[in-house]
């Protein structure tokens, strides 16, 4: 019995001594083809301002353009719709350290003030973290390119259709959103360049608004009564124009009844409408959709695909009249924003 034991004992001896040999003898297990893992592309999208409404549709198109990348496959890619309230050069700078702290793949930012974005931009870059500017840059900082329009050419081009609506004569002001903004400082040197032609057009005043609505009806309506023979405006933004009708009496009634003309930047709905119904002489549209959805774009192609960019990506802009207002009008109705626009 002793025997059958260790008989027994030897064969399974064997039977694991085999086991345990190189299977240099055996054909070879085909492994499964690995696959790249899908990438998320978390991308900080940073306005100037939560409460400025024009922010809202580019958020809108970089939502949307995330969408249809994810859906491509190649990458999972999400907005991070961060900023702070109200315009601060300040608290920008700490929403840009939060998003380097949160280690996000790329950051996309519209700055308040060209000087102050300068080290924190430089210190997500160094973190590994591609930067892009849009609408309004910081061009001493390392961001990889600007995206936005030619606000000298933009600001020239404002002062050329207040010039057709008002004539070559006349008092004019100017209404600016917050000091120093490199985008506003841009355009308003455009326009007093197209306004230089003319000498006997003054600009007699520029108005702060701080990016707000309520200090910029504010701001309107006190220049319109400091000046009641005023024949022009130049909106460097629309913030004003966002306030309800009513809100800004004087400048209304002058605008439908005394022949008073504005050009005013955007082209968002409640703007469209004051044009058609004639309180706006022209609007210059900086294609804010394309805020969000083309810089979504760039940051993907810079990372996922390795594409270069110049420092400055030119977006271009519109010119909108009352001869393609209902174009643009239908853009919005049906949020397609590639539709062919008439000449203003």
Do not use: H
């Not at 690995?34 to 592309?41: G, I, V």
């Not at 420092?311 to 049906?334: H, K, L, Y």
């Amino acid at each position: 019995m002793m025997r059958r034991f260790i008989f027994g004992w030897l064969i399974l001896l064997a039977v694991l001594l085999a086991a345990c040999q190189p299977p240099s003898r055996l054909p070879p297990v085909r492994q499964p083809t690995p696959t790249p893992e899908r990438k998320k592309l978390v991308i900080a999208w940073i306005p100037k301002a939560l409460n400025n409404p024009v922010f809202e549709v580019g958020r809108l198109g970089a939502v949307q353009k995330a969408l249809e990348l994810s859906a491509l496959g190649q990458a999972q890619v999400e907005v991070l719709y961060v900023g702070s309230v109200a315009s601060d050069a300040a608290e920008q700078v700490r929403v840009v350290e939060d998003v380097i702290a949160r280690a996000v793949d790329a950051i996309a930012i519209s700055c308040n003030d060209p000087t102050a974005c300068i080290d924190p931009i430089n210190r997500a870059v160094e973190a590994g973290i591609p930067v892009m500017t849009w609408d309004a840059d910081c061009p001493q900082s390392q961001r990889f390119t600007y995206f936005g329009l030619d606000n000298i050419a933009a600001g020239k081009a404002a002062a050329e259709y207040l010039v057709k609506a008002m004539g070559t004569r006349g008092k004019v002001a100017v209404l600016t959103g917050v000091p120093g903004a490199f985008n506003l400082e841009e355009r308003i040197r455009g326009f007093r360049e197209g306004i230089a032609a003319y000498p006997e057009i003054e600009i007699v005043t520029t108005v702060v608004t701080n990016d707000d609505i309520n200090q910029g009806v504010q701001a309107l309506e006190e220049t319109m009564q400091a000046y009641p023979d005023l024949d022009g405006w130049f909106f460097a933004g629309m913030w004003p124009l966002f306030a309800e009708r009513g809100s800004m009496p004087v400048w209304e009634d002058a605008a439908i009844n005394q022949g008073l003309k504005t050009v005013a930047f955007d082209a968002l709905p409640v703007e469209l409408e004051l044009l058609r119904e004639g309180y706006l002489s022209a609007l210059i549209d900086q294609k804010n959709w394309g805020w969000g959805y083309d810089t979504i774009q760039i940051i993907y192609d810079y990372i996922i695909k390795g594409k270069t960019f110049d420092a400055f990506t030119d977006s271009g802009f519109n010119i909108i009249t009352r001869n393609n207002v209902e174009v643009m009008i239908r853009m919005w109705e049906t949020n397609r924003f590639n539709l062919t626009l008439p000449p203003p």
